[in-house]
């Protein structure tokens, strides 16, 4: 697929909570397409010590507006320069990068993001709704404030939420919540995103239920064009670059 760059205009920097926050960015050209699971290599033009560009899963597309948004949580100076953006000030990115989740099998799929590890969910499930599949979408965080944007799905999909501590949806871990526990068997297709456990956990319940399952990996990167090889992941076919044949890999084919 060809990849662009483009410099984008801020045209909303929505802070949800004081970790989290959602750009959206108009394209100076026509978008080209994206595909859910697809990320975007940012220049953090305005941090004097953040030299490499920085990875972000492409959040949603709006083809009508032109415009793709991202959503970033606050780790460090990259992310912190960026949740500083003003409404007209651009930002480039090199885009759109690395592979894409595949289409189920079956009717049903179940989407599983942990934490702002949901961000692919978005365009996957909006995708998938388009396509005529069900889709049921399971939110985790630590907290009610690590749910982000649930609103969002409900358009695509059903919405279930677990935090670690109970302050919104269900009490525990992703794969402790009813849709694992009691309905596992309905989906044809599993996917999830988020902290290293969590996918872990998600792909295990999938390989003991015999569903496919695909993780959309967040490995350190540096180039994202697969020139300097920090992002490798071990897999059964031997090492793969993170950034050019993932960030999305079938469980089954990953070493983990
Ligand atoms: C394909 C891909 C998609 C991603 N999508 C998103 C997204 O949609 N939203 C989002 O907020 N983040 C996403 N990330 C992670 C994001 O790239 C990092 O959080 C960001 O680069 C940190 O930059 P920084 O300069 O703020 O932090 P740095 O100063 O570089 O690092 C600060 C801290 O964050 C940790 N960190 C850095 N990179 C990562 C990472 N990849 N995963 C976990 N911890 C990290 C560092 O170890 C360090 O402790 C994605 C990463 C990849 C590879
Ligand atoms: S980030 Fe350089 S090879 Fe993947």
Redesign the pocket.
Known sequence: MKKFIHDFEVSLNNQITDDYFALNLKCPVSLPPILPGQ?AEVL?GNSAV?YLR????I?DVDYSKNELS???????????ALSNLKVGETLNLVYPL?NSFSIPKGEKALLVGGG?GI??MLLLSRMLKEKGFQTDVLIGGRTKNDILEPDKYSAFGNVYITTDDGSMGEKGMVTQHSVFAENVSEYSQIYACGPDPMMKAVARVAASNNIPCEI??????ACGIGACLC?VVETVDGNKT?CIEG?VFDTKKLVI
């Open positions: 990320f953090v953040t920085r990875p972000f899963s959040y991202l959503l970033i949580k606050k780790v460090g100076n990259g992310t912190l690395g702002v961000a692919p959309s990996l967040e490995n350190t990167m992002c993170t960030p």
